[in-house]
């Protein structure tokens, strides 16, 4: 298949940070797409993080405005897409295996469109990868570009050629695309995108390009929208919440977002995810003033040790994001506290191990994400010498999990014999005759019903189990 490159990955061009304004672009579909889809299916793969998830659902509001119909059977659709994760190497490792699978249906069906977007496109190995190995790929695009879905399907149907356009650039703001929300009582909501903060061990600043906060006024109507159309629940999405509005240098902070969100009558407001440096006085203010903003904090730590977090690049010490953790705590002192741990970072010791679970204990964790360290091409901790066996990293994963798994039953515990308020949202996985929702604290809930009317619904439910990873009640009447 023949290759039209229109923009090729740049990891040198996505290092840079230049002191000018960052665009808005207000969405708008040419006409010369506007059946491209008519009469065709599609579906979306999505990988990796809630920013992916609303990427897709932007991306699916595109292909619905151009007459495509989401397609019941995800793997034999008309246009298939993968929206891609690059954060870890098992991510890409999966990635790699359902392109397997679609090969064999594109073999089947030659008119089928195989995309691959997001963030694995933006490296250039794995661009590279793709146009050696995956001859049968249609589009690749990346975190940039999705406003261009329809032209760039259109010059696949007519070239009948492999179309390449990833942009390594500082990035944009898309304002006024349509979407297709998964759910309808709970919503994902961008308040800005991209990172500075530069991790030695992230690829995520590369990928996604720049800090660039979304006007507040766009936000609020967002939301605004949301509420009329009754929505409960959003979440405020960002690589660094905490650093919105810094870039538009008016002084409006994110502090200021949530206190006027808190008015536009939503239910339920939830954040992610949070940098610890970046979290200030009023942000934590703003959650003990704000009813709607829910008490439960995610903010990733990544390593209990100062010289290892100084070898992340995390510009802060334990004992800061300890004072942090005491002030939030002191202000909304029911706090579900959850966090994102590394071990195994290049060179970390026994001894900086055990500061990692000594801060475990210290910060009494409700739940955390853990993960081995992964080497990411193009980052600075992927030169790093490293000493640590695989053995070592597994064992020392192994012991971190029990100690995170005795925080996620404490989490549940302490509401025990309690009756919490559960936004329903659906039938459960845990049995037949049961459904599930999540409580103020982020704690899933299972419940005895049979009552699809209550999707969407805030109910009460009185907590009788409290389970490692999950709470079961009963429906108070």
Same mark, same amino acid.
């Given at each position: 298949m023949k290759n039209i490159k229109l923009a090729m990955p740049s990891l040198k061009d996505a290092r840079m940070r230049k002191n000018k304004k960052i665009p808005t672009i207000r969405y708008h579909l040419d006409e010369k797409y506007q059946y491209l889809g008519k009469g065709k299916t599609y579906s979306i793969f999505t990988y990796g993080c809630q920013g992916n998830e609303a990427d897709s659902e932007v991306m699916a509001g595109i292909l619905e405005q151009i007459?495509?119909?989401?397609?019941?059977?995800?793997?034999?659709?008309?246009?298939?897409?993968?929206?891609?994760?690059? =954060?870890?190497?098992?991510?890409?490792? *999966?990635?790699?295996?359902?392109?397997?699978?679609?090969?064999?249906?594109? *073999?089947?069906?030659?008119?089928?469109?195989?995309?691959?977007?997001?963030?694995?496109?933006?490296?250039?190995?794995?661009?590279?990868? =793709?146009?050696?190995?995956?001859?049968?790929?249609?589009?690749?695009?990346?975190?940039?570009?999705?406003?261009? $879905?329809? *032209? $760039?399907?259109?010059?696949?149907?007519?070239?009948?050629?492999?179309?390449?356009?990833?942009?390594?650039?500082?990035?944009?703001?898309?304002?006024?695309?349509?979407?297709?929300?998964? $759910?309808?009582?709970?919503?994902?909501?961008?308040?800005?995108?991209?990172?500075?903060?530069?991790?030695?061990y992230c690829i995520v600043p590369y990928t996604r390009g720049k800090e660039r906060s979304r006007a507040k006024e766009d936000i609020i109507q967002e939301v605004e929208t949301l509420v009329e159309s009754g929505y409960s629940e959003i979440t405020l999405l960002g690589q660094n919440v905490n650093a919105y509005g810094k870039d538009l240098g008016s002084g409006y902070t994110f502090g200021d977002l949530l206190y006027d969100l808190d008015q536009t009558g939503i239910q339920r407001i939830r954040f992610t995810t949070s940098h610890p440096r970046d979290l200030d006085e009023k942000t934590m203010q703003a959650m003990h003033d704000c009813k709607s903003v829910m008490p439960h904090l995610h903010l990733p730590v990544q390593s209990g040790d100062n010289e290892i977090l100084k070898k992340m690049n995390r510009k802060y010490t334990c004992e800061e994001y300890l004072s942090k953790v005491r002030r939030l705590k002191e202000l909304v002192p029911d706090l579900a506290l959850t966090t994102d741990i590394i071990v195994g970072f290049p060179n970390e010791t026994e001894e900086q191990f055990q500061n990692t679970i000594k801060l475990v204990e210290a910060a009494e964790f409700e739940g955390a994400y853990t993960f081995i360290y992964s080497k990411r091409e193009g980052t600075p901790a992927a030169s790093m010498p490293d000493s640590i066996s695989e053995q070592e990293k597994h064992e020392r994963l192994t012991l971190l999990n029990q100690y995170i798994n005795k925080g996620y039953l404490a989490g549940h515990q302490r509401f025990l014999n309690q009756i919490v308020e559960v936004l329903v949202d659906g039938p459960s996985k845990n049995g037949e005759g049961m459904m599930c929702g999540y409580t103020k604290h982020l704690k899933l809930t299972h419940f005895k019903s049979n009552d699809l009317s209550l999707v969407g619904k805030m109910v009460k439910v009185k907590i009788t189990e409290a389970k490692t990873w999950f709470m079961i009640g009963e429906l108070c009447e």
């Open positions: 007459g495509y119909v989401k397609s019941l059977d995800a793997m034999n659709a008309d246009i298939v897409i993968l929206n891609t994760c690059a =954060i870890r190497e098992n991510a890409e490792q *999966r990635i790699w295996g359902v392109l397997g699978q679609l090969k064999g249906k594109k *073999r089947e069906n030659p008119d089928m469109i195989v995309g691959i977007c997001g963030c694995m496109p933006q490296e250039e190995n794995a661009t590279n990868k =793709i146009l050696e190995s995956y001859d049968f790929i249609d589009l690749v695009f990346g975190t940039h570009n999705k406003q261009n $879905l329809p *032209r $760039l399907i259109y010059e696949a149907y007519m070239t009948k050629s492999k179309v390449v356009e990833v942009i390594s650039s500082e990035g944009e703001i898309l304002e006024e695309a349509p979407k297709i929300r998964e $759910l309808h009582h709970k919503a994902w909501v961008n308040i800005m995108y991209g990172c500075d903060e530069f991790c030695t």
